[in-house]
């Protein structure tokens, strides 16, 4: 019974961590940032906001492929000056930080597994060891974000990849997706 109670817990715990917010905002380089912590966004930026819900994403997303609408988009001054055309009505420096900050994530993600698959062999050796409630706890919380954190990585890919298809077909050049 106390099993059952420990794990409702975690799971609610789980759930309310989910739906927090996010904030996303683009510095003057054009380079997308997250958080979910409103007092990390530097002031001269919060008009630049956009809150993204854990419950129901929004379309600012980067490499969303749902359109997103002018006041939510920041697009960057044109570099080609007046008259010139611009692939999906973005420059190089938005092209490039939208696939940058998808990149950027995943090898962060990637790059904290090896850690975190240590981290959970050590516990499987003291869970079967010792087999006490803290070790089983801490085992399953760490499965269950090593799990997140791959769930995370395919879903960035699958952006990363329409973000591929939305800008070949918008005709951005090979070099602006680097």
């Not at 940058?100 to 975190?116: F, H, V, Y």
Request: with cysteine; charged share 25%; net charge positive.
């Amino acid at each position: 019974m106390r099993q059952l109670i420990a794990t409702m817990l975690v799971t609610a715990g789980f759930c309310a961590a989910a739906s927090a917010a996010t904030y996303r905002w683009v510095d003057d380089q054009g380079v997308v940032h997250f958080t979910d912590d409103p007092d990390r966004i530097p002031a001269k930026y919060l008009k630049g906001v956009t809150e993204r819900g854990g419950a129901a994403p929004e379309v600012s997303s980067p490499g969303s492929t749902q359109p997103v609408s002018p006041s939510q988009q920041q697009v960057l001054p044109a570099q080609g000056g007046p008259g010139s055309t611009l692939p999906g009505g973005m420059n190089e420096q938005t092209w490039r930080s939208r696939f940058s900050a998808l990149r950027n994530e995943i090898k962060t993600l990637q790059d904290g597994l090896p850690e975190k698959r240590k981290a959970l062999e050590q516990l499987r050796r003291k869970r079967i060891i010792y087999q006490r409630t803290q070790e089983r706890v801490a085992y399953n919380v760490l499965v269950e974000a090593i799990e997140r954190d791959e769930a995370r990585i395919a879903e960035l890919k699958g952006q990363l990849s329409a973000l591929e298809v939305e800008a070949s077909r918008m005709g951005v050049p090979l070099e602006w997706r680097k």
